[in-house]
């Protein structure tokens, strides 16, 4: 039986803020290495045997990125479904298993959430092989992170009775346990038979439909209509709106593994971490000879067991221990490392204020390249501008504000009204308020350019979007 890997790329990861935000969350950072946490997910089980190309489910937010990072990776997934709302695992695990068992009716699904870090890769493979040969008996497997501490952040797994399988043993699913208190947590550790909870599983794509129209039957009709009403748009397929959005929200484990009789859970040692804080980023990356963990342009004297990213600026950090120092070009968080649990209540602060910082960066990505901005104020605001050879961005219109663009480097195709026009570096060019206008870039080299906009109403939802390639609304 093929085994098809789902790659579960949604969730905003806000105790990764500031770095972390809902357009650029934590799985689509380089937050370990210099590749993203879903390009190493990917590439984790890339060219493993009987392992098929991936399927990844994300929001319709994060499509591009998430096209343009397995492209980087030299990854071409089976397909890319767009979720149009979140629902939790257990419906866009269902959505993926209707999709793959329509391509092959016995597939097997690896279920991977795409923002783990797994050190030992070996050890992962393993593991994928003891839950193959388990998931091919009928079984749906979760996977055991053997405890290295007390953890109070993670869910745990009590195991039962040993289960036999041909590429080694698993063990029947007792019971799962929500997140415990300390004193609980050693007693789990100590007592040798309970594993954390993490998140990732294997089993057939049928035997998990089954099991789903047993225990939860509104989600698996949800999902299947889904599916059976999705379109595709560009190299993405849109499952059905109102069939997805009807679909109750729940996790894998309520909805499923925590009812069925078919659970095993497979013991994984394969130095994993879900990277759920600053704290746990910290406890897997490299540190130096004072347990320290820096990035970027940082400065040390007399500081230990901390972590200091810098982004846009040097961070100097004198005199300190085992705190958290994070700096972005719109934010700094500095936090002891028992305290960054709280980081979720600064974004809630921030949602409540009515506030930009836990959505974006100042750098916004988009499908044609990116722009940040540089400044603003009563009536204007400046924009760095880039658009990457062949972007072309959509034909529009503002009610609210003019703009005037300077070319930096490259050549810009210009529509403004009935007129086109090329610009290159030095030149520029003025849209009056209401012009319908148009940037392209028609070089080899990306195009540098800054923006200037003045007007009334400076906000991103001011663009009349009259024909775009991208299939925006």
Not at 167 to 192: I, L, N, S
Not at 300 to 323: F, P, Q, Y
């Amino acid at each position: 039986m093929k085994i098809y890997p789902i790659i579960l790329s949604g969730g905003a990861g806000t105790r990764l803020w500031p770095l972390s935000r809902a357009v650029l969350p934590k799985q689509l950072l380089p937050l370990v290495t210099e590749k993203t946490m879903l390009q190493e997910t990917a590439l984790r089980v890339a060219g493993v045997q009987d392992m098929q190309a991936p399927l990844i489910v994300c929001g319709n937010e994060h499509r591009f990125l998430v096209a343009e990072q397995m492209r980087e990776a030299g990854i071409k997934p089976l397909a890319i479904l767009l979720e149009p709302v979140g629902r939790n695992t257990a419906p866009a695990v269902a959505a993926a298993a209707n999709y793959i068992k329509g391509i092959d009716a016995d597939a097997m699904m690896l279920v991977l959430p795409a923002d783990h870090v797994i050190n030992n890769v070996a050890a992962f493979h393993a593991a994928v092989d003891r839950a193959a040969a388990l998931a091919r008996e009928g079984a749906l497997a979760t996977f055991g992170i053997v405890p290295t501490a007390p953890e109070t952040g993670y869910g745990y797994i009590k195991s039962g009775s040993v289960v036999k399988g041909v590429a080694g043993d698993g063990y029947e699913v007792e019971r799962f346990v929500e997140k415990p208190d300390r004193a609980t947590a050693e007693t789990f550790v100590k007592a040798g038979t309970y594993f954390w909870n993490s998140g990732m599983f294997l089993f057939r794509a049928e035997a998990y439909l089954r099991e789903l129209e047993q225990y939860a039957p509104e989600m698996a009709k949800a999902a299947a209509a889904a599916v059976q009403n999705d379109y595709s748009d560009l190299d993405f397929c849109r499952l059905d709106e109102a069939a997805f959005t009807a679909s109750p929200s729940d996790s894998i484990d309520y909805a499923v593994m925590e009812k069925t009789r078919h659970a095993v859970v497979v013991p994984a040692d394969i130095g994993w971490s879900d990277v759920g804080s600053w704290s746990a980023l910290h406890e897997v990356q490299p540190k130096d000879a004072d347990n320290n963990v820096t990035r970027g342009d940082v400065y040390l004297d007399g500081v230990s067991g901390t972590l200091v990213r810098a982004e846009s600026r040097i961070v100097a950090v004198v005199g300190v221990k085992d705190l958290v120092v994070v700096e972005t070009a719109d934010a700094v968080l500095v936090a002891h490392k028992d305290q960054v649990q709280r980081v979720k209540q600064i974004v809630d602060h921030l949602k409540s204020e009515d506030r930009t910082e836990h959505l974006m960066h100042r750098k916004v990505f988009r499908p044609w390249g990116s722009y940040e901005g540089i400044d603003v104020g009563d009536r204007f605001q400046v924009k760095r501008i880039i658009v990457n050879p062949g972007g072309k961005l959509s034909l529009q219109m503002h009610h609210h504000r003019a703009e005037h663009w300077v070319v930096v480097s490259g050549t810009a195709r210009v529509t403004c009204g009935d007129e086109v026009k090329l610009l290159t570096e030095n030149e520029s060019t003025y849209i009056p308020i209401g012009m319908n206008h148009r940037l392209e870039n028609p070089g080899k080299v990306p195009l540098h350019l800054i923006e200037v906009q003045s007007g009334s109403y400076l906000g991103e939802d001011d663009i009349v979007r009259f024909e775009d390639v991208y299939q925006r609304t």
